[in-house]
């Protein structure tokens, strides 16, 4: 399932890109930007700013969708008994649907749009949510897009089984690894997910001689201090063949999306990091011998 497809894009690997957002992923961090990345299924979303009080999303789902004391809605999104009914009834866009089932060919055709743009090493990156937990239709996606000649990035955190990795060898030419953090408690807490398995992977992904550049959120109260952060690198060095480390400052860019999913958002109050905050982390970083940079 995808959430979005973004054109010309400058980061997220060489030349210009076409990035494709899977909707899925096996970890829920504490500060995630795209809360509609998380499940595997199409949501519901609502922005109340935006609203006519046409009544049209009322009448289609009258079970689940009530006038919110005089002005705007309420949604029970347990009570949605079909998204893709919403996707289009909404003529203000307040009221939208996020997610869609594609199939390889649709997607295929939707980045061959963008052929004429993948010069100078450009092409497309698979980004989520998690591309690797999308099943066969990931490996099928990729054997297509090599046989086209198209270059493929994937975004991912590796937290997925390592067959799922293995999977996709040889037909990625760069992997963006996710390194949140290397220390088991602190990933657990915040990411809800187990720091052995991304480990592990990426000790193994390394060692298969893929090409691989780590991405590092910096978040405050997760990893936003020299000793975690040197904790972090000091691992990414013992990495065979790894080059590059991306140091990416938290932003608060996702606070309006909770509200439009109705869900809290643990980052609400936290203030973004800024450029001047990363440069002990980029001197650690070159001081080991990696290439830097900041964003994307």
């Not at 897009?145 to 990625?172: A, D, F």
Request: with cysteine; aromatic share 8%; net charge negative.
């Amino acid at each position: 399932m995808v959430f979005d497809i973004q054109r010309y894009s400058l980061h997220d690997g060489k030349g210009i890109r076409t990035l494709v957002f899977f909707k899925g992923c096996p970890l829920r961090c504490l500060w995630c930007s795209n809360p509609e990345s998380q499940e595997y299924v199409s949501e519901v979303m609502y922005d109340p700013v935006l609203c006519q009080d046409f009544g049209d999303c009322m009448e289609m789902a009258p079970e689940a969708i009530f006038r919110h004391n005089g002005h705007g809605i309420s949604i029970d999104r347990s009570k949605v008994e079909s998204t893709d009914l919403l996707r289009t009834v909404c003529a203000s866009r307040a009221l939208t649907v996020t997610g869609e089932l594609k199939s390889v060919e649709e997607l295929v055709a939707e980045v061959a749009k963008d052929l004429p743009f993948y010069r100078d090493g450009g092409g497309v990156t698979l980004t989520g949510g998690e591309p690797l937990a999308q099943g066969s239709i990931l490996t099928s996606l990729l054997t297509e897009l090599y046989r086209r000649e198209i270059r493929v990035n994937v975004e991912t955190s590796l937290h997925v089984p390592w067959k799922q990795v293995m999977r996709c060898m040889g037909l990625v030419e760069t992997f963006l690894v996710d390194l949140k953090h290397v220390d088991p408690v602190k990933f657990r807490s915040f990411a809800h997910g187990d720091a052995g398995l991304v480990m592990q992977n990426l000790d193994q992904l390394t060692g298969e001689e893929a090409h691989v550049v780590l991405r590092i959120p910096v978040v405050p109260d997760f990893n936003h201090s020299i000793p975690d952060m040197e904790m972090i690198l000091d691992y990414a060095g013992t990495l065979h063949g790894v080059e590059e480390v991306h140091f990416l400052p938290y932003h608060s860019l996702g606070k309006k999306k909770y509200r439009m999913m109705d869900r809290e958002y643990a980052y609400e109050d936290v203030p973004d990091v800024t450029e001047p905050e990363l440069e002990p982390y980029l001197t650690y970083a070159r001081s080991k011998g990696f290439k830097t940079r900041t964003g994307g």
